[in-house]
């Protein structure tokens, strides 16, 4: 079947779900084809952070009805190391500006919701999506929908934002790639539990990192920093819980515990692709770059990259100007590069890296004395709180 449209969308997570909708409420239609069922979608557990500017968006646009009813708003962080607990204040250090805690999950139902409830067109459980021609006006988006009838949607431009897995990135065909894995992983879990704490804990400890977000007032959000090679069947609810009690124990506070509901293992790695366009085929979120989820950067990153394709799309589409389309990558790429630059320095300031990852014992011990005296300066002066602050919280949306 022969269709047409002005911009096919390839993946329902937040990038593709939110382009629909800021691209409708500016006059253009899309489609959005989408491999996974709408249940998987909207249950893959995974981030839990908002920035001040990614709730400002969704607010703006409708959107935010339910995470600001549901949504915990923070003032901070506390960040734990050599037996000591310091809370960074977040509105203080950086003029107002808070974090949400309000899990993807609940933003991807938001968005699929309101976006089936305007008539959008979403298909879901697609299989063999391709793109074609993106060299031309009228590159092709093709898809074979849940009944096996195949597509060719004619469209003027394409969102590849079908994650780090999709076929998008393949797509171009020069990239220039920077990349690094991480020698350890994050075990997650989701806990029917109250959070034993009012803010997130990142905690540095000799056991390696761990982390205490949160869901709501009932279900709490650990990770725990694990071998990359790890088998998340090796990993009993019991030796997960006391691997919690040993990195985040705290004299004079408890971690409560409780039946754990989920529970997964996700690699650490940076990753960037640039440029993030080619021809009419433009790439959004994590089919562009992913970043280690220490900073809680990847969600919002996705968001802002959004933002600017729809007012690029817009230009060009609407008003016949390339000028926003043409400097896409690059609009892009500088806010990417920071959150990739504040995730490292996260990442590398809280794991605990393996003794085999340096030339000898003293090189680790090195790199250990270090992160306890970054630890130190975040805490002690003002500027180091703040740099932390202002990245954390995220800067304003372009
Ligand atoms: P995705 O959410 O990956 O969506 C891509 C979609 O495309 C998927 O639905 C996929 O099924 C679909 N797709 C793929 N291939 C095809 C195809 N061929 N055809 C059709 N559809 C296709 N970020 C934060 O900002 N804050 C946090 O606190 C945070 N914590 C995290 C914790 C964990 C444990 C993890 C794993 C990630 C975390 N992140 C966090 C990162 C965040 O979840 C991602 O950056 C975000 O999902 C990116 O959204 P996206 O829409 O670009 O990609
Ligand atoms: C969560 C995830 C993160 O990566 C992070 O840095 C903070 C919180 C979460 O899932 O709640």
């Not at 047409?4 to 489609?31: E, F, Y």
């Not at 992160?371 to 975040?378: D, E, N, S, T």
């Amino acid at each position: 079947m022969r269709t047409r449209t002005q911009v096919g969308i390839i993946g329902a997570g937040p990038a593709g779900l939110l382009l629909q909708h800021l691209l409708a409420q500016q006059g253009v239609d899309s489609v959005l084809v989408e491999n996974r069922s709408r249940e998987y979608c909207e249950k893959r557990q995974r981030a839990g952070v908002l920035e001040h500017g990614s709730v400002e968006l969704l607010k703006e646009i409708g959107l935010g009805d339910r995470m600001v009813r549901e949504g915990l708003t923070h003032s901070g962080i506390y960040l734990q190391f050599d037996g000591e607990r310091h809370h960074i204040d977040f509105p203080s250090l950086t003029g107002g500006r808070t974090l949400t805690v309000y899990a993807q999950t609940e933003v991807v139902k938001d968005l699929i919701a309101a976006g089936l409830a305007a008539g959008h067109q979403l298909h879901f459980e697609v299989s063999e999506t391709a793109v074609r021609d993106i060299d031309t006006e009228r590159p092709v988006l093709s898809f074979v929908d849940a009944d096996g009838v195949a597509h060719e949607v004619e469209c003027d431009a394409i969102a590849g934002c079908d994650g780090f897995h999709g076929v998008s990135r393949p797509a171009i065909p020069s990239l220039r790639v920077s990349e690094r894995t991480y020698p350890f992983a994050w075990l997650g879990i989701l806990a029917t539990v109250p959070p034993s704490t009012d803010e997130l804990i990142y905690a540095h400890s000799p056991h390696g990192f761990a982390m205490h977000s949160m869901r709501s007032t009932e279900v709490s959000r650990l990770y725990i920093q694990v071998d990359p090679d790890e088998k998340i069947e090796d990993w009993s609810d019991e030796r997960i819980w006391e691997q919690l009690q040993l990195r985040l124990g705290h004299p004079g506070w408890t971690l409560s515990e409780g039946p754990i509901t989920e529970k997964s293992i996700t690699p650490m790695r940076s990753f960037v692709a640039e440029p993030m366009r080619h021809g009419r085929l433009f790439l959004a979120g994590d089919a562009a770059h992913i970043v280690p989820p220490t900073g809680a950067k990847g969600l919002n990153l996705a968001v802002a990259d959004v933002k600017v394709l729809a007012n690029a799309l817009v230009r060009l589409l609407v008003e016949g100007k390339a000028d926003l389309a043409d400097a896409y990558s690059e609009t892009c790429l500088t806010r990417v590069w920071r959150s990739t630059w504040f995730s490292w320095f996260m990442t590398s300031m809280l794991h605990r890296f393996p003794v085999e990852s340096f030339a000898s014992p003293a090189e680790a011990e090195f790199q250990e004395r270090l992160q306890i005296a970054q630890l130190r300066q975040v805490v002690s002066s003002t500027a180091a709180a703040t740099n932390l602050a202002e990245n954390y919280a995220g800067w304003p949306l372009p």
